[in-house]
């Protein structure tokens, strides 16, 4: 690794006032620490923001749910107001990682963690991302990457929170120079999906300061398949989230992750959903709709079933239908 400065920020004003155009802030360190390690990144300085106020707390607020930037991916699993609420979320948190890394991982460093595409994570492959001029997966190991992009890189967003919280139509509050503003879950990785050097829309130096949801309560529930049970991410994830009136689907939003560089939502999908009864044909065609666009590589085919199976069980699962009586 190269050499850094490390600062500590009490404040976020302090913290914006630490971080240059070539640092970058360090929360519980699982992502970063990995890519300074490997010189992958090389900030000069790290500013550790891991104390800012009113970052580390989980709200019931009058509308929904407030959670700070630097909530642990363990606080959120183990919250027993969330696991009530919104059980998708809990589900998601509980299938990062390995508990050493939901211990020390943070919500605004989940959402913010860099690409694990293997050739951009080698010290000695510069690829598009990091300023090379080609992306090597495209042509060569792409069994890990997406089956969507806008732009060359197919490297896709493994973020589980991402996925839940884009469902539950969460936004994130940002900190940008003196302004602070709102972005919508489903917007915040649209700049990777044009721009194949971006990880997602953040800017240098933009501070997350938390994470608000809109619903006190909804239906939820997020899957995934990986290929060990611990300690890896996910080959595709899927959270479904909405309501239901009587038997019927309202309001119910598909996203999947670990396909796109976005996390990947089709409103004609959730459009399509709407104020239906659920059962296998419907399940089904709204699975289409959401892979109808996919363009599989020579190694990750595999994701377009194993992603329309997670679409259909996810839908079963909100709607309460036990889905192996639905399909025998
Ligand atoms: C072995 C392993 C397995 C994993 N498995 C999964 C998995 O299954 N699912 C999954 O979703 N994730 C997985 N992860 C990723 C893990 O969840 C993240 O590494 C962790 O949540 C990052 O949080 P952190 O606090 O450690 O971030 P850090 O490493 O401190 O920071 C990560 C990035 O976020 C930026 N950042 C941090 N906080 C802020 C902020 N407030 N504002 C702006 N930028 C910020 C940092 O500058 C840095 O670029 C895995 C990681 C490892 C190492
Ligand atoms: S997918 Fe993206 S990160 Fe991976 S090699 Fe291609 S350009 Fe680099």
């Known amino acids: 690794m190269k050499p850094f400065q490390y600062a500590t920020a009490s404040s976020a004003d302090g913290a914006l006032e630490l971080c240059g155009k070539n640092d970058q802030f360090l929360a519980g360190g699982t992502d970063i620490l990995g890519e300074v390690k490997e010189f992958v990144s090389n900030p000069g300085r790290l500013v550790n923001i891991k104390n800012l106020p009113g970052t580390r707390e989980i709200v019931e607020t009058d509308t929904g749910w407030k959670l700070g930037a630097n909530v642990t991916i363990a606080e959120i699993a183990a919250h027993e107001g969330l696991r009530r609420a919104l059980p998708g979320l809990t589900q998601a948190a509980a299938k990062v990682g ?7 991982g943070t919500l605004a460093g ?35 990457h997406s089956i969507f992009s806008g732009n060359p890189c197919i490297s896709p967003v493994v973020s589980n929170m991402a996925v839940i919280l884009a469902a539950l139509e969460a936004s994130v509050n940002i900190r940008r120079g003196k ?21 997602n829309s953040l800017k240098p130096a933009d501070l997350i300061l938390e994470v ?12 995934q398949v990986s290929e060990k049970s611990d300690f890896d991410w996910a080959l595709v994830s899927c959270a479904a989230a909405g309501d239901l009136d009587g038997n019927a689907l309202k309001n119910v939003r598909v ?14 999908a959730n459009s399509f959903l709407e104020g239906k009864e659920l059962d296998r044909r419907t399940a089904s065609m709204a699975a289409n709709i959401i892979l109808e666009e996919a363009e599989p590589l020579e190694h990750n085919g595999y994701k377009v079933p194993m992603a329309r199976a997670l679409i259909r069980r996810a839908l079963f699962k909100l709607a309460g239908i036990n889905l192996e009586r639905e399909t025998s």
């Open 98 to 104: 390995s508990p050493q890394i939901r211990n020390m």
């Open 110 to 144: 989940n959402l913010a963690q860099h690409s694990r595409c293997w050739y951009y994570r080698h010290r000695d492959v510069q690829c598009l991302k990091n300023g090379g001029a080609r992306c090597y997966a495209r042509e060569s190991e792409n069994k890990y």
């Open 179 to 199: 302004q602070t503003f709102d972005i919508k879950m489903a917007e915040f990785y649209m700049v990777a999906w044009f721009n194949p050097y971006a990880h």
């Open 212 to 223: 608000n949801i809109p619903v006190k309560t909804r239906s939820c529930v997020y899957l």
């Open 255 to 268: 996203a999947l992750g670990a396909i796109s560089p976005m996390v990947q939502e089709v409103e004609d």
